[in-house]
């Protein structure tokens, strides 16, 4: 390749690959000399070195960028960069551009091609082989080396070879069990430790229901693998985390039946994780009603019951997501969510989870039916009244503003409380903002009900 002198000419590029070079040579000089070198030196090696590499790597691409710019043809240049195509891909519209560039404009959410506006059958991107061997033929008479692909590193960190290991993994899930659970295991390591690796299973419609063939294709509870089904919901919590993924994950056909069948079947750690990626999903509002009417808050709910020390955070978390939207909380009353939630509070079990739920489901009306049938009244007033936590108190003064105001019957109580202890009066003055209003609020409704008394 021709030399251009782009780097020997940059002197701050040439001061920090110097100075990244000489904290190589001390780390590695402490930890060749060193008998007791700390596990932290090679880190902190192995990250210098990478940093090296990037340096080299912006080095070259900044030199081919300064050529190509002046001689690079048209039709080899991305439509949207407006640069050489290191990766040329086929768009469903059949335009090419260059891999790095179109991801990019898909998830932001666009579902067009940038040149005709067409909208787009699906998103799957196909190699234009064609045109890179043109791009390569064209590099070679100029003198110019296009980066290898499989090391090539895209803006998510993703190499071609990263790219087609991933896609070799996902082939492993329709072949024999032992290579089920080999792909299996490594996408749930790799989604786990390359948060990178998760934006790969977005460049294909087909990714994730390859993913779950292994359990979509069971006919029965008692033919699942357990330790198979625990590695692929891991792997589909982890995948949900990536924003990006989010919807594309809910809305695949099949995974919220698999999620809600580890709910009830799996091992503890597969049923947590399978509740942790309700939580996750449920983050989009759109996948708060899907997850809702899919009948999911129902295994939440009986998982809670449960009350498996593992699990109960989790399964806290994804109940009061899904709460948030008002369809949801009759769906949660309908399935015996108070019952389940003031049984534990009365229990002392996750008291502050539980009591951000109860508060959420509170404005439902059969909600201060059944907490009165369960003696709610007596068990949040102690709490207010023994509870160093603010948010634990504003929950229960909240909840016990909607029953004052909905149940007369439970009055008489507050009452008493507060001639025995003064426990609203105090929060009234010393609670939170939400707190005082809500204290305040039960306060005057019971000096209403007394002064009315007295005229009667």
């Known amino acids: 390749m021709a030399k251009t002198g782009v780097f020997e000419s940059d002197p701050m590029v040439m001061t920090k690959a110097t100075e990244l070079k000489k904290e190589l040579q001390r780390l590695v000089r402490n930890i060749v000399d060193d008998e007791d070198y700390r596990t932290e030196t090679i880190d902190q090696a192995r990250e210098t070195l990478f940093a090296l590499k990037e ?28 640069e050489l195509m290191r990766d040329p891909v086929v768009l469903a519209t059949g335009q090419t551009y260059d891999r790095t560039f179109i991801q990019k404009w898909l998830k932001a ?23 890179r061997e043109m791009i390569s033929q064209w590099c070679q008479s100029q003198g110019l080396d296009l980066p290898d692909l499989a090391q090539h590193v895209n803006e998510d960190g993703i190499t071609e070879a990263d790219r087609d290991h991933f896609l070799s993994l996902l082939e492993k899930l329709s072949l024999t069990l032992h290579e089920q659970k080999d792909a299996a ?50 792997t589909l919590l982890n995948l949900s985390i990536h924003d990006n993924n989010k919807k594309l994950v809910a809305e695949t056909p099949m995974v919220i039946p698999l999620l809600m069948e580890a709910l009830m079947s799996g091992t503890i750690e597969t049923r947590t994780n399978a509740a942790a990626a309700l939580f996750t999903l449920s983050a989009l509002d759109s996948n708060k009603t899907l997850i809702g009417k899919s009948g999911a808050l129902k295994p939440l709910i009986d998982l809670l019951e449960e009350g498996h020390p593992l699990a109960m955070k989790d399964v806290a978390s994804a109940i009061f997501n899904l709460c948030i939207i008002h369809e949801n909380k009759g769906r ?110 039960i306060l005057e409704r019971l000096n209403r009900a007394v002064n009315l008394t007295h005229t009667a």
């Open 55 to 82: 340096l080299k790597m912006k080095r070259r691409s900044l030199s081919l960028k300064l050529r190509e710019t002046v001689l690079c043809p048209e039709e080899f240049k991305c439509p949207l960069s407006k």
């Open 109 to 131: 959410g666009n579902r067009t091609c940038p040149l005709t506006q067409q909208v787009l059958s699906h998103i799957i991107l196909t190699p234009n082989l064609l045109i």
């Open 185 to 234: 295991r490594e996408l749930r390591l790799l989604t786990k430790k390359m948060p990178s690796f998760r934006s790969l299973f977005s460049e294909s419609l087909e990714a994730i229901p390859q993913l779950l063939r292994p359990l979509s294709e069971v006919k029965s509870r008692s033919s699942i693998y357990p330790d198979l089904q625990e590695d692929i919901i891991t």
């Open 332 to 441: 949660a009353v309908r399935d015996g969510a108070v019952k389940v939630i003031m049984t534990k509070i009365m229990n002392g079990i996750h008291v502050d989870e539980l009591l951000a739920i109860l508060a959420v489901l509170a404005s439902h009306q059969k909600v201060v039916e059944e907490l009165g049938d369960l003696g709610a009244v007596p068990c949040l007033l102690r709490i207010i009244r023994e509870s160093t936590c603010d948010r634990n108190k504003e929950n229960c003064i909240a909840i016990l503003h909607t029953i004052c105001l909905n149940d007369r019957t439970k009055r008489k109580a507050m009452r008493d409380e507060e001639s025995a202890y003064g426990t609203i009066s105090k929060l009234a003055r010393h609670g939170t903002s939400r707190a005082k209003r809500k204290a305040n609020g």
